[in-house]
C-alpha cells in the first residue's frame, strides 16, 4: 500500500465544482466505511472545507479513489479530473504539511485549517478507517505545524475571512454601527465572523441556527438575539447585514425569499457573505438589484492584503517543512524493512532452538557441561554463517563487489590489506 493524497482546492477548482464534492459532516463517517468498504483503500481520512475536499489514503489503485468520489457525489469522473491532483509518497506528505501549517489556504498563514484537519482525523478515528500509516502521518502534521506556527511570522499580518467580511460591508454601509447583522449558523466560521462584526457594535445582532439552543449560546456571547431557522422568512428583512455559513447540503436562502424582503425593505442595500460549501444562498440572488452578494472566492482579493509581509515567513517554513518531510519519509522507509527484518529474527529464532533441544537433551543424558556448551556454540555459529557464506561462494562475478562491501557493512569486517 502507497499513501496518496488526492482532492481538488480554490486554486484548481471553482467553487461550482467544489461544492459539489463537498461533504456534510453529518455524513463522513458513513463515508468513510462506505470507502472502505468498497476496498477503493486501506485507510483513509477525508478534508472537507469551504476551499477544499482531500482524501488522504492508503492504497495501491488511487484511480479507484477517484472513481468512488465521483460515484458517491452521483457525477462521472471526468466532471473531476480536470481540477483534481493526485500526489503520492513524499509530495502527499509534503502537501498535509503545508495545508496543515496554512500555506496552502486563501488566507495564507490562516490558522482555523489546523482545527479542520485534527476534526477530519477525529471522525477517521471515530470510522475506524485511521490506520497506523495515517495515524503517524497525521501525528507528524500537526507537530510541523506547530513548529511552523511557533517558529515563524506565517501568521502575522493576518487578514482573516471575517475581517474580509467587515472591510467589505463597510464598503457599502458607511457605518456598521447604523446596521443591523444576522448570522446564519453557529459554527466556528460564524463565530469568527461574529466576533469582529460586533467589535463595530452594530445597531442588533441576530443569530439564527437550526438548533435554538446552540444559537442561544453564541448571541449570548455578542449580545445578540437567537431565532430559527424556520424563522428566517419574517426575520429577513429586518437586517441589512447578513453573513451565513452552515452545513446544509441545499440553499437556506433562495431567490424568492430574499426578492420579498427587498420588497419590505423598500429596495434599501442587502449586504450577504456566503461562506459556506455547498453555498446557502441560490445564485440567482446575485442578479437582484440592491443585492451585494459575495462567496468566498469572491473575498480572494481582499484577503490577499498583507501577505507580501509573510512571504519571508513562507521561505522559514518550507524549510521546517522540508526537514519534516525528510524525517517522516525516513520513517516510512524504514517500515518497509520491517517484515524481513521480524522474518530474519524468527529464522535465527528456530535455529537457536533447534541447537538448544539438542544441548538439553546431551546434558540429561550427563554429557560433560563443557562439551556441550562447547557444541551448543559452535552449532550457532555454524549456523548463523551458512547463508551469508554460501552466498558469498554463489554470487556471480558482477554483483561481487557490492555483494562483499555490503557483507562487510553488515558485519563490520575491516576490508582487507
Given at each position: 500500500?502507497?499513501?496518496?493524497?488526492?482532492?481538488?482546492?480554490?486554486?484548481?477548482?471553482?467553487?461550482?465544482v467544489?461544492?459539489?464534492?463537498a461533504?456534510?459532516?453529518?455524513?463522513?463517517?458513513?463515508?468513510?466505511h462506505?470507502?472502505?468498504?468498497?476496498?477503493?483503500?486501506k485507510?483513509?481520512?477525508?478534508?472537507?472545507?469551504?476551499?477544499?475536499?482531500?482524501?488522504?489514503?492508503?492504497?495501491?489503485?488511487?484511480?479507484?479513489?477517484?472513481?468512488?468520489?465521483?460515484?458517491?457525489?452521483?457525477?462521472?469522473?471526468?466532471?473531476?479530473?480536470?481540477?483534481?491532483?493526485?500526489?503520492s509518497?513524499?509530495?502527499?506528505?509534503?502537501?498535509?504539511?503545508?495545508?496543515?501549517?496554512?500555506?496552502?489556504?486563501?488566507?495564507?498563514?490562516?490558522?482555523?485549517?489546523?482545527?479542520?484537519m485534527?476534526?477530519?482525523?477525529?471522525?477517521?478515528?471515530?470510522?475506524?478507517?485511521?490506520?497506523?500509516?495515517?495515524?503517524?502521518?497525521?501525528?507528524?502534521?500537526?507537530?510541523?505545524?506547530?513548529?511552523?506556527?511557533?517558529?515563524?511570522?506565517?501568521?502575522?499580518?493576518?487578514?482573516?475571512?471575517?475581517?474580509?467580511?467587515?472591510?467589505?460591508?463597510?464598503?457599502?454601509f458607511?457605518?456598521?454601527?447604523?446596521?443591523?447583522?444576522?448570522?446564519?449558523?453557529?459554527?466556528?466560521?460564524?463565530?469568527?465572523?461574529?466576533?469582529?462584526?460586533?467589535?463595530?457594535?452594530?445597531?442588533?445582532?441576530?443569530?439564527?441556527?437550526?438548533?435554538?439552543?446552540?444559537?442561544?449560546?453564541?448571541?449570548?456571547?455578542?449580545?445578540?438575539?437567537?431565532?430559527?431557522?424556520?424563522?428566517?422568512?419574517?426575520?429577513?428583512?429586518?437586517?441589512?447585514?447578513?453573513?451565513?455559513?452552515?452545513?446544509?447540503?441545499?440553499?437556506?436562502?433562495?431567490?424568492?425569499?430574499?426578492?420579498?424582503?427587498?420588497?419590505?425593505?423598500k429596495?434599501?442595500?442587502?449586504?450577504?457573505?456566503?461562506?459556506?460549501?455547498?453555498?446557502?444562498?441560490?445564485?440567482?440572488?446575485?442578479?437582484?438589484?440592491?443585492?451585494?452578494?459575495?462567496t468566498?472566492?469572491?473575498?480572494?482579493?481582499?484577503?490577499?492584503?498583507?501577505?507580501?509581509?509573510?512571504?519571508?515567513?513562507?521561505?522559514?517554513?518550507?524549510?521546517?517543512i522540508?526537514?519534516?518531510?525528510?524525517?517522516?519519509?525516513?520513517?516510512?522507509e524504514?517500515?518497509?524493512?520491517?517484515p524481513?527484518?521480524?522474518?530474519?529474527?524468527?529464522?535465527?529464532?528456530?535455529q537457536?532452538?533447534?541447537?538448544?533441544?539438542?544441548?538439553?537433551?546431551?546434558l540429561?543424558?550427563?554429557?560433560?557441561?563443557?562439551?556441550?556448551?562447547?557444541?551448543?556454540s559452535n552449532?550457532l555459529?555454524?549456523?548463523?554463517?551458512?547463508?551469508?557464506?554460501?552466498?558469498?561462494?554463489?554470487?556471480?562475478?558482477?554483483?561481487?563487489?557490492?555483494?562483499?562491501?555490503?557483507?562487510?557493512?553488515?558485519?563490520?569486517?575491516?576490508?582487507?590489506?
Open positions: 500500500m502507497q499513501l496518496f493524497a488526492l482532492g481538488i482546492n480554490h486554486q484548481t477548482a471553482p467553487l461550482a467544489r461544492e459539489q464534492i461533504f456534510n459532516p453529518e455524513a463522513m463517517e458513513t463515508a468513510l462506505n470507502l472502505i468498504a468498497q476496498g477503493a483503500a485507510e483513509a481520512t477525508i478534508l472537507s472545507t469551504c476551499n477544499r475536499t482531500e482524501v488522504y489514503c492508503s492504497t495501491q489503485e488511487p484511480e479507484r479513489i477517484v472513481s468512488w468520489l465521483a460515484n458517491y457525489h452521483k457525477m462521472e469522473p471526468g466532471q473531476i479530473e480536470p481540477y483534481l491532483y493526485t500526489l509518497h513524499t509530495e502527499a506528505v509534503k502537501h498535509a504539511f503545508r495545508v496543515a501549517s496554512g500555506l496552502d489556504s486563501m488566507v495564507l498563514g490562516e490558522p482555523q485549517i489546523l482545527g479542520q485534527k476534526e477530519a482525523v477525529r471522525y477517521a478515528e471515530q470510522a475506524g478507517t485511521l490506520g497506523f500509516l495515517l495515524h503517524k502521518l497525521f501525528q507528524r502534521t500537526f507537530s510541523v505545524a506547530k513548529s511552523v506556527r511557533t517558529q515563524t511570522e506565517i501568521g502575522a499580518n493576518l487578514v482573516s475571512m471575517a475581517a474580509a467580511a467587515v472591510r467589505l460591508a463597510e464598503r457599502i458607511p457605518s456598521i454601527a447604523e446596521q443591523r447583522v444576522l448570522f446564519i449558523g453557529a459554527g466556528e466560521m460564524i463565530e469568527l465572523n461574529a466576533v469582529h462584526f460586533a467589535a463595530r457594535s452594530p445597531k442588533h445582532i441576530t443569530v439564527a441556527n437550526r438548533t435554538l439552543e446552540r444559537a442561544q449560546v453564541l448571541a449570548r456571547r455578542i449580545n445578540g438575539h437567537a431565532i430559527t431557522l424556520n424563522e428566517l422568512p419574517d426575520q429577513l428583512a429586518q437586517h441589512d447585514i447578513i453573513v451565513t455559513c452552515t452545513a446544509s447540503p441545499l440553499p437556506i436562502l433562495g431567490k424568492g425569499m430574499v426578492e420579498r424582503a427587498l420588497k419590505m425593505r429596495h434599501r442595500p442587502l449586504f450577504i457573505v456566503d461562506l459556506a460549501v455547498p453555498r446557502d444562498v441560490e445564485a440567482e440572488v446575485a442578479e437582484l438589484n440592491d443585492v451585494f452578494l459575495y468566498v472566492d469572491d473575498l480572494a482579493d481582499v484577503v490577499k492584503d498583507g501577505q507580501d509581509a509573510r512571504q519571508g515567513a513562507v521561505k522559514e517554513a518550507e524549510v521546517i522540508d526537514s519534516g518531510v525528510l524525517d517522516f519519509i525516513h520513517w516510512m524504514s517500515r518497509e524493512v520491517v524481513t527484518i521480524r522474518a530474519l529474527r524468527d529464522h535465527a529464532e528456530r537457536r532452538r533447534h541447537e538448544m533441544d539438542k544441548a538439553l537433551h546431551l540429561a543424558k550427563g554429557e560433560d557441561p563443557a562439551k556441550v556448551l562447547e557444541m551448543l552449532g555459529t555454524n549456523k548463523f554463517l551458512h547463508a551469508p557464506t554460501h552466498a558469498l561462494n554463489q554470487v556471480q562475478a558482477a554483483e561481487r563487489e557490492a555483494f562483499l562491501d555490503m557483507v562487510h557493512r553488515i558485519y563490520h569486517l575491516q576490508p582487507p590489506e
